[in-house]
C-alpha cells in the first residue's frame, strides 16, 4: 500500500498547525494580551477614518523643553487634529473633566491615576508647538479599551473601545486645506523623533530623570501604562510603588 498521500496529508496539516499553536502561542503571553487593544484601536481607525482624509501617525515621539514626550495616535485632517490617548483598564473608572485624580475600582481596590485629559494635554502642547498651529484645531481624545465601566459622566471625548471614530467624526467642519494637511504631516514626519527603541528608551530615561510623576512609564511586560501605586496596609503601608494599569491582567511592579 502507497502511504504517500497520508504522509502528505499529515504532513498538510502539520503545515497548518505549528503555524497556528506558535501564533496561540505568542497570543496568549501578556505582552500580546497587552497589544491587542492597541491593534484594535489601529485596526478599525484604519477602517472607518479614510486614510485620504485623516492621515495617521502612531508612538510619535516629540522633544519638549523638559525632555521628550509619546503620544499614541495622531490624526491629520480638514477637520482638525485629533490626539488619541488609549487606556487599557478594567473595573469601575470614576472620574470628571476638572478632577486632576481619577479613580479606578477593582473589586474591593481602589486606585488612582492622574486624569488622562490632563495627560493628554501635555501631548496637546508639544504637537502645537512643533505644528505651529492653532490650539483651537486640536482635540484631545482619549479611550478605555480593556473593559472597563464609567461610574460617573465622563465628557464627550472620554470614550470607550471604538467610541473614539464617532467623536472623531462629529468635527465636519473644514479649518485646513489639503496643502495644510499634507504641511503638517510632512513637519510632524520629520520633527518627530525616529521611532526605534533607542528614542522609546531615551524616552524612559528621561522620565526616570526626571522622576515625574505624572509622567508616562510603560509596562515591560505588556506595553501597558504602569501608575504610581501605594501599598495600602501591612508592614510597607504608606510605600509607593509602579504597578501595571491593567492589573490584575498583568501584575508588573517596579520600585519607586
Ligand atoms: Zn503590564
Redesign the pocket.
Known sequence: MDYSPIIGQVWGMLAWFIPAAVLIGLLKS?WAK?HIGELLVRFFAHRQLDERTYRRLHNVTLNTPDGTTQIDHVFLSPYGIFVLETKNMSGWIFGSEKQAQWTQKLYKRTFKFQNPLRQNYKHLKALEATLGANPEHLHSVITFIGGSTFKTEVPANVTQGIGFIRYIQSFQRAVFSEAEVDAMLHALQTGRRTPTLATHREHVQNLKRRSDPTAERQ??????E?LIRTVKSGSKAGQQFWG????P????IQSF
Open positions: 501578556p497587552g509596562c515591560p511586560r505588556c506595553g501597558n504602569l501595571c494599569s491593567w492589573f491582567k498583568c501584575r508588573t
